[in-house]
Nanobody, 123 residues
Framework: QVQLVASGGGLVQAGGSLRLSCAAS????????MGWFRQAPGKERAFVAA????????YYADSVKGRFTISRDDAKNTVYLQMNSLKPEDTAVYYC????????????????WSQGTQVTVSS
């Protein structure tokens, strides 16, 4: 069983930056696929970014490419989402997710989820 705790959300002006963190329990963190998703009001949950495993490939939604970066610190069992050049349309509740193996970017590919952290970008 893996427990995920997401943090780092907040209110920021357009053009600003935030870094989200997701701390994971368990000793097999390195092998886990890790992803970030978001859900805006009235919309379905959407993929944002993913890392297949420690040192593996990364994937991004087109809407965040060049602005967001996913990274992980295996020593701290933590995955990050650095968000730069934020836009009002990035406003959403953000979730991190962990998968025992890499199965893709769909939400159904992940086995464990964090609670959400709210990101609000003002114009």
């Amino acid at each position: 069983q893996v427990q995920l705790v997401a943090s780092g959300g907040g209110l920021v002006q357009a053009g600003g930056s935030l870094r989200l963190s997701c701390a994971a329990s368990g000793d097999t963190f390195r092998s886990y696929a890790m992803g970030w998703f978001r859900q805006a009001p009235g919309k379905e949950r959407a993929f944002v970014a993913a890392n297949t495993w420690s040192g593996g490939n990364t994937y991004y939604a087109d809407s965040v490419k060049g602005r967001f970066t996913i990274s992980r610190d295996d020593a701290k069992n933590t995955v990050y989402l650095q968000m730069n050049s934020l836009k009002p349309e990035d406003t959403a509740v953000y979730y991190c997710a962990a998968g025992r193996v890499w199965r893709g970017v769909a939400g159904t590919s992940y086995d464990y989820w964090s609670q959400g952290t709210q990101v609000t970008v003002s114009s």
